[in-house]
C-alpha cells in the first residue's frame, strides 16, 4: 500500500485550516411542496469548502473567517442552484428554498445493426494492487473516472467500483455524470440532471451499481463519478477501494461536489458498462509504460526501472540533440506527465520537444518505503516518523554517475539542458539536488519542486542552501521553480526558501495554485 504517493493528499485535503470559524446552521426544502431535501451540496464554489444537508434537511458549515465575502451555494440535481451570500446567513437559523427544475426531454431511440454491451473505464486491475481510501464520515467525497464513449449514442447500464476491504455496514453513494472538456483537461458541467442514490453494502470486490433502469444516453468524453455520502452513525470505518499507477488514463478527486477537481498520480479501478452500437469503437484497456531497461545501484538491492519518452521526430532528425527531463517517482507520474508533454507539444506551448526519462523501481510495490530511503539527506530525525532515511546522497550519486551516463550514451542528449522535477518527497530530493549542485561540478541546470516537503530534517536543506557560497559562475545557468497549493497553507518555509534564493541572485520563479491542495500541484506544475 503506498501510503506516502496515494494517501497524504486525501488526509491532507481533509484537514481543516486552523482558522477562527464562523458557523452557519439552517435547513434545506423544496418550494412547492415544502418538504425537507437530503443530500444537497452545500459549499464554495472551486473552494473545497462544503458539506452536504442530512436525511431531514438540516446542515452545519463552518466557514474560515476569511470566507465571509464568499457566496454559499446550495445545489443538488434536478433543482435550480441557490446562492447566498456568507454575510447574509451569519444572523439566523436559515431556511433555504430549491425551485424544482422542469425539464421536457425528446425522446431518443438508440439505433444499430445490433446492440452490444461493452465496458468503459479502468476495467482490469493492476498487476499490483493499490489502495486509496475515504478518511472523514463527516465529509462528502467524489471521485471520478473519464470514459470514452465515442459518436455513437450509449445507454448507460452500470457503474462499478473495485472495493479492496469489507466494512460491517452499508454506505450511500450518489452517481453523476459530467461533460469532460479534452482541450482543457477538466470536467465541466453536470450532463445527467436525475438523482440517482443508492445504499449497497460495501464488501470487497466489485461493487455494481445498476443503471439500467434510469435510460442515461451519453456519447462522447464523460466523467462518470462517485459521491461518497457522509454518514451520520458514530464509528464508521474507512471505504478502501483498488487504485491503479501508470498509464494514460485520467481519474479526478474532489472534497465536495462544488469543490475543485484534482487529477491524482493514481487512477480508480472504476469503469461503466454501456449498450451500444456493435461498430462503436471499444475503449483499449489502460497499460502503464513498460520500462525501457532497469539499472543496478552498489546500495540497493532492488533495481531501479528506467521509462523513456523520445520527442516525436526523434528519429528524423539525426543530429539535433534534445533537453532531458529527469522525474522522479516514475512508476506514478511517467505516464501522465509525458502525455502533457505531448500535448503540450501539439498545441505549441512548448517550442523544444524534451526526452523525458522516468526514474522509478522495478518493484513498485515497495516504492514507498524505497523513496523514504533515497529522497532524503541526512537520516530522518524522531519528529520526521521515517522507519528508513537518510540515502540521498547515495542516490544522488546513482543518479550522476550511472543513469544520467547511461542515457547521454544511449540517446542524443543536450548535457548542458538537464532538468529534474519531483513531486513532495521527491520535491525535496530535488532541493537536495540542488545543494549538491551548488558545491559541485554541474549536473543539473533545471530544478522543479511541486510541494516540496521542505520540512524534512528541521528545514535541513533550507539551511544548506542559505550555508553554501556561491560565485556569479556558480549559478549563472541554474533555475529553479517551486509551487505549493493554496490550500496546503503555504508556510513561512516556503517563502524563506524562496528569500535566500533570490538573496542569492538565483533565477527564481515560484507560483501558489489557487484553491489547490498537496497533490494537486504534481501534474499542474509540469504544465506551467
Known amino acids: 500500500m503506498i501510503k506516502k504517493i496515494l494517501f497524504t493528499a486525501l488526509i491532507l485535503s481533509l484537514n481543516n485550516h486552523v482558522y477562527s470559524q464562523t458557523q452557519i446552521t439552517g435547513s434545506v426544502i423544496d418550494a412547492k411542496s415544502k418538504r425537507p431535501l437530503a443530500y444537497v451540496n452545500i459549499g464554495i464554489k472551486e473552494k473545497n469548502i462544503g458539506t ?43 431556511v433555504i428554498e430549491l425551485k424544482e427544475k422542469s425539464t421536457q426531454l425528446d425522446e431518443v431511440v438508440i439505433t444499430g445493426e445490433k446492440l452490444v454491451e461493452k465496458k468503459y473505464g479502468i476495467k482490469r486491475r493492476g498487476a499490483i494492487h493499490f489502495t486509496d481510501g475515504i478518511f472523514k464520515k463527516d465529509d462528502s467525497f467524489e471521485i471520478g473516472q473519464v470514459i470514452h464513449l465515442g459518436n455513437s449514442l ?46 449497497h453494502p460495501v464488501k470487497e470486490g466489485w461493487l455494481k451499481f445498476d443503471l439500467s433502469n434510469y435510460n442515461i444516453l451519453l456519447k462522447g468524453e464523460v466523467l462518470a463519478s462517485l459521491e461518497f455520502i457522509p454518514e451520520t452513525k458514530k464509528d464508521v470505518k474507512q471505504i478502501f477501494y483498488e487504485v491503479k ?39 483499449p484497456d489502460d497499460v502503464e509504460t513498460a520500462p525501457a531497461f532497469t539499472l543496478k545501484s552498489d546500495f540497493s538491492k532492488e533495481p531501479f526501472s528506467l ?6 521526430h526523434y528519429s528524423k532528425n539525426n543530429k539535433q540533440k534534445y533537453p532531458v527531463i529527469y522525474l522522479l517517482d516514475g512508476n506514478a507520474y511517467f505516464d501522465a506527465i509525458a502525455n502533457s508533454v505531448d500535448s503540450d507539444i501539439k498545441k505549441n506551448k512548448i517550442s523544444i520537444d524534451p526526452i523525458v526519462v522516468g526514474i522509478g523501481y522495478e518493484n513498485a510495490y515497495v516504492m514507498d518505503s524505497l523513496r523514504d530511503r533515497d529522497y532524503t539527506f541526512p537520516k530522518a530525525l524522531p519528529a520526521d516518523s521515517f522507519k528508513i532515511s537518510g540515502e ?64 524534512y530534517h528541521d528545514n535541513y536543506v533550507i539551511s544548506e542552501i542559505a550555508r553554501v557560497s556561491t ?40 507560483e501558489v495554485y489557487k484553491n489547490t491542495e498537496h497533490m494537486g500541484t504534481a501534474i499542474t506544475t509540469s504544465k506551467s
Request: with cysteine; proline share 5%.
Open 245 to 283: 499507477i501508470g498509464g494514460s488514463s485520467k481519474s479526478y478527486f474532489r472534497k465536495t461536489s462544488l469543490g475543485r477537481w484534482t487529477r491524482p498520480p493514481h487512477h480508480y479501478c472504476l469503469y461503466a458498462t454501456a449498450i451500444t452500437d456493435k461498430n462503436a469503437p471499444d475503449e
Open 307 to 312: 521509462f523513456v519518452r523520445l520527442p516525436r
Open 392 to 455: 540521498g546522497d547515495k542516490f544522488y550519486n546513482f543518479i550522476k554517475a550511472k543513469i544520467v551516463t547511461h542515457i547521454d550514451s544511449m540517446y542524443r542528449t543536450d548535457k548542458a539542458n538537464r532538468t529534474i522535477m519531483g513531486h513532495s518527497l521527491g520535491g525535496y530530493f530535488v532541493l537536495y539536488a540542488l545543494t549538491r549542485q551548488l558545491a559541485e561540478p554541474p549536473v543539473f541546470n533545471n530544478f522543479i519542486a511541486a510541494s516540496p516537503s521542505i520540512y
Open 52 to 94: 452536504v444537508s442530512k436525511v431531514d434537511g438540516s446542515f452545519t458549515i463552518s466557514l474560515p473567517f476569511e470566507h465571509q465575502s464568499d457566496v454559499l451555494t446550495f445545489s443538488m440535481v434536478g433543482y435550480h442552484e441557490s446562492n447566498r451570500s456568507v454575510k447574509e446567513l451569519m444572523s439566523d437559523k436559515n
Open 471 to 510: 560565485s556569479q559562475k556558480d549559478i549563472e545557468n541554474i533555475n529553479v521553480y517551486l509551487t505549493v497549493g493554496e490550500l496546503e497553507n503555504p508556510s513561512s518555509e516556503f517563502k524563506q526558501l524562496s528569500r535566500i534564493l533570490s538573496d542569492k541572485a538565483i533565477r527564481l520563479k515560484t
Open 154 to 199: 450509449a445507454q448507460i447500464t452500470s457503474l462499478n467500483l473495485h472495493i479492496n476491504s469489507s466494512r460491517p455496514d452499508s454506505a450511500t453513494f450518489r452517481i453523476n455524470f459530467y461533460r469532460y472538456n479534452v482541450d482543457e483537461n477538466i470536467p465541466k458541467e453536470r450532463i445527467i440532471e436525475k438523482r440517482i442514490l443508492q445504499r
